[in-house]
């Protein structure tokens, strides 16, 4: 029988995975392994009517685009207390002993990843499920699916019905080097450290993208009703033989000095581990023991995380050179001797600004330790004075731009020098194109930072706006081109004409308009042109948009060479306009909302969308003008009390729901007749209490 093979490709499959991705002891060769694949994957094609969403062949992911739905935990996931200092970790310990007597204590590494809950019901995989706020997380289960250490089937029979697991998701080092060598080449920025890369590869919209990342994931505990085992200790050894892989870097701890002993050992250690960690987890094995002590409001009272020191070398600061970005600000960096840290030889360091080199008196030839805290570009912390050489001087901040020469500015409020010649300065310009041309920009490809540079120094680019200017025939010619390239850059940048307002709005580079800035103010003005005319004031109805964001958009549009840039790109046919919305209804006709809070069914943005798409207005502030107030979790709470003020109505999700579903005359009373307003917070930040949470099975961060 076609089914009968499946399933056993589908078994022998899961079974070499697990042995090659967890145990590390592979039984057959990658091609054996490809071919048992190739085979599983032409029987699902031809047999669709077989379909499991936790087929092996779901490792490689697919390019359609994912959309992450906010799902509440069943289990809540709390965070662990932070401790740096072994005199407070004692007196946790002795908290414990004082409470509950003498108790066993786990040791475990704490991985320094972005945390996930997994859902697994009669012994596959149903759902997973990010941290969130503890209460409410997104489903990026088609993303998790493409670990390869994440098993989809567990072994044995004897796992609980229905049960939840929570782990980190890591990037391991060898992952994080290549990515960001691959993103240096695409002229993309790159990731700080291997633990936003994993947050960020878990939310890509392609788990295609995430399934060659080489993501990994460790689980350390179990959470259910009802789970048959007494220890922490015991639950994880079961949890292995199900499949998962389980941390082999732990140990049982009786006092103090074991447990110091645990830590110091994986203070050095760590370094040659292949992924990053950032701690150790000190856990009551018991879980009678765990019961008895609870939870603080936030935090579980039997963990706590001692969380390992920034590594630090000593070396030397040879010569300082100031480097200028795209926006004109200009960033001290310190050429070092080289020296080994956190792994990898660090030459140079980062000064930050004036004021941070003041701080610490920074001068050449200075002996600094150097701190690797996470950054791709470690910083300096201290000065050794007791190094300084005797005719030492002070050091004076540059006044002009080391790049055109113009002097340099400091604007209120910032840290940072500028430079003002945003037209004239080389890197300025370079930078600016090298934004533009970002996949989430303009998306043109092709166009990497050596390329851009070329076409800078060849003349034939001096802002953003020339390359709809470019021919093929003037690229073909150039170094590392040819005509296959010139032919994809120019097909390439005639299809970013197509790319949606909000994009080329991000693409210009205003200063502080990031991706998501962007979309706000696409949404709330809905053209180029009436942006332009806002006054300070209409900006700032725009959501996340302060004075300050406003100032510098403003700025921006009475530069005479950026409304040349833009008369320019107006004519080259790019998108100034938002996308018309098609209004499904007219049940909000004439209505203003306010959205505020986290939602459990939809996103904030979603949201919107339905008000508009039925008639409705979205506004940014709570006012006179607004008409109700969907109230999500964790709203402002000066939102609600000038929404109380002015008798405005304060709805939930569900009854914004029910208001499209049933229409507006079902809607519900305005607020002076809901729940006092105390109540609504109460429901709003406490999480609702479930049977058996504090027990054992349950209690979990």
Excluded at 175 to 190: I, Q, T, Y
Excluded at 232 to 252: M, N, P
Aim: a negative charge; glycine letters at 6%.
């Amino acid at each position: 029988m076609i089914k009968d093979e499946i399933d056993a490709l589908r078994k022998e499959l899961e079974y070499h995975n697990y042995k090659y991705y967890v145990e590390n002891s592979p039984e057959i060769s990658d091609f054996d392994f490809d071919a048992l694949m190739r085979r599983l994957q032409d029987l699902e094609a031809a047999h669709p009517e077989f379909y499991d969403p936790n087929s092996p062949s779901v490792r490689v992911g697919s390019d359609l685009s994912n959309e992450f739905k906010t799902v509440e935990h069943r289990f809540p996931m709390r965070s662990l207390g932070n401790t740096y200092s072994l005199e407070e970790l004692h007196e946790f310990i002795e908290r414990i002993e004082r409470e509950v007597g003498e108790a066993t204590l786990v040791c475990e590494l704490k991985f320094d990843g972005t945390a996930i809950s997994l859902t697994y019901e009669h012994g596959c995989l149903l759902r997973a499920v990010t941290r969130g706020d503890g209460t409410h997380g997104d489903d990026v289960t088609a993303n998790v699916r493409t670990i390869r250490t994440v098993p989809l089937q567990l072994q044995g029979d004897d796992w609980p019905d229905y049960f939840e697991i929570r782990g980190e998701i890591l990037m391991p080092y060898a992952s994080f080097d290549r990515l960001n060598a691959e993103r240096e080449a695409a002229g993309d920025p790159l990731f700080a450290n291997p633990r936003n890369a994993a947050a960020g590869t878990l939310k890509q919209q392609s788990s295609a993208v995430v399934a060659k990342r080489g993501l990994d994931c460790t689980l350390y505990q179990l959470a259910g009703e009802n789970l048959p085992f007494e220890t922490h200790r015991e639950s994880l050894q079961k949890a292995r033989e199900w499949g998962f892989k389980i941390s082999d870097h732990t140990a049982v701890c009786h006092n103090n000095a074991e447990i110091d002993a645990f830590i110091n050992h994986w203070d050095e250690a760590r370094h040659a581990l292949p992924f990053p960690t950032d701690g150790v987890v000190i856990k009551v094995d018991d879980f009678a023991l765990r019961r008895r002590l609870g939870f603080t409001a936030k935090a579980p009272k039997w963990a706590v995380a001692y969380k390992f020191k920034a590594e630090q070398a000593l070396t030397r600061i040879n010569s300082i050179d100031y480097q200028v970005g795209r926006t004109g600000a200009v960033t001290p960096v310190a050429n070092l001797d080289p020296v080994l840290l956190a792994g990898t030889t660090v030459r140079r360091a980062t000064l930050h600004n004036a004021e941070q080199m003041a701080l610490l008196d920074i001068r050449l030839h200075d002996m600094v330790y150097v701190e690797k805290g996470g950054e791709i570009i470690p910083k300096i912390t201290e000065v050794e004075l007791s190094e300084r050489p005797a005719d030492s001087k002070p050091l004076e901040y540059i006044t002009r731009c080391p790049e055109c020469g113009t002097p340099l500015v400091r604007y209120e409020g910032e840290a940072k020098h500028y430079c003002p010649n945003q037209s004239g300065c080389r890197p300025q310009i370079l930078g600016r194109i090298i934004h533009f041309i970002r996949r989430k920009a303009l998306d043109i490809d092709g166009l990497g930072e050596e390329t851009v540079e070329l076409l800078y120094e060849n003349g034939l680019v001096k802002d953003i706006a020339d390359l709809y200017d470019l021919r093929q025939e003037q690229l073909a010619p150039l170094p590392r081109l040819g005509e296959k390239s010139a032919e994809n850059i120019i097909r390439s940048i005639e299809k970013s004409k197509k790319v949606p307002f909000r994009r080329v709005l991000f693409g210009l580079g205003i200063r502080f308009v990031g991706e998501t800035t962007a979309k706000y103010l696409s949404d709330h003005f809905r053209s180029l042109d009436t942006l332009m005319k806002a006054s300070r004031e209409e900006l700032c109805q725009a959501d996340e948009v302060g004075e300050k964001i406003a100032d510098a958009i403003l700025e921006y549009f009475a530069d005479e060479n950026n409304l040349r840039i833009i008369a320019h790109l107006r004519e080259a046919g790019l998108q100034f306009e938002a996308e018309e919305r098609k209004q499904s209804s007219s049940a909000f006709e004439g209505l203003n909302f306010v959205i505020s809070g986290k939602f459990a069914n939809h996103s904030r943005d979603e949201l919107k969308a339905l008000i508009e798409a039925h008639g409705g207005k979205n506004l940014a502030a709570v006012s006179g003008n607004v008409d109700y107030l969907v109230a999500g979790d964790n709203m402002g709470p000066a939102k609600l009390k000038k929404a109380e003020k002015l008798n405005i109505r304060i709805i939930s999700e569900d009854e914004f729901t029910r208001m499209l579903e049933e229409g507006i005359s079902k809607a519900p009373a305005t607020h002076s007749e809901k729940v006092a307003p105390e109540e609504v917070q109460l429901r709003e930040n406490v999480p609702a209490t479930r049977a058996g949470e504090n027990s054992p099975q349950t209690s979990l961060f």
